[in-house]
């Protein structure tokens, strides 16, 4: 018999989606909805961008950032999550890495081959949220 998530864990209503909307703030406090791949692994969950993206812009001036389930879109599909951006570097950021390649497989690496060839792979960087 299978049991129902309960609601304490912070990343449960994730669990079987392909984006989350993550809302970063600007100076003003407007939030910046994003849709954006992102993998879990165990209590932690990893995304990657590029380093001079308004997103990680913002998480360096405010590490508060909100997230939610979404489709490719943006529209929102699910509850709303409060939680704090950090910035990964080496073993941490190899295994981030490592979950979204776990997760998107193919699509990932094809998705890390048109980075290389566009000169952009070396300016990715990763993030962990954690939920608050």
């Known amino acids: 018999m299978q049991t129902a998530p309960t609601a304490n864990v912070p990343f449960d209503a994730l669990r079987g989606e392909q984006y989350i909307s993550l809302v970063t703030f600007r ?51 699910g509850p709303k999550r409060s939680g704090k951006a950090f910035l ?15 997760k998107y497989g193919l699509m990932k690496r094809l998705f890390d081959i048109g980075m290389g060839l566009t000169g952009t792979a070396r300016k990715r960087v990763y993030v962990e949220i954690l939920a608050e």
Not at 39 to 58: C, E, N, P, Q, W
Request: charge should be positive; include cysteine; hydrophobic fraction near 40%.
């Open 27 to 77: 100076k003003n406090g407007e939030g910046v909805p994003t849709p954006i791949w992102f993998a879990l692994h165990g209590d932690r969950l990893y995304f990657m961008t590029i380093a001079d993206s308004g997103k990680i812009k913002r998480i360096r001036n405010n590490s508060h950032v909100e997230f939610a389930p979404c489709d490719r879109a943006g529209t929102i599909h």
């Open 88 to 102: 990964l570097a080496g073993d941490a950021a190899e295994a981030a890495d490592r979950a979204l390649n776990r």
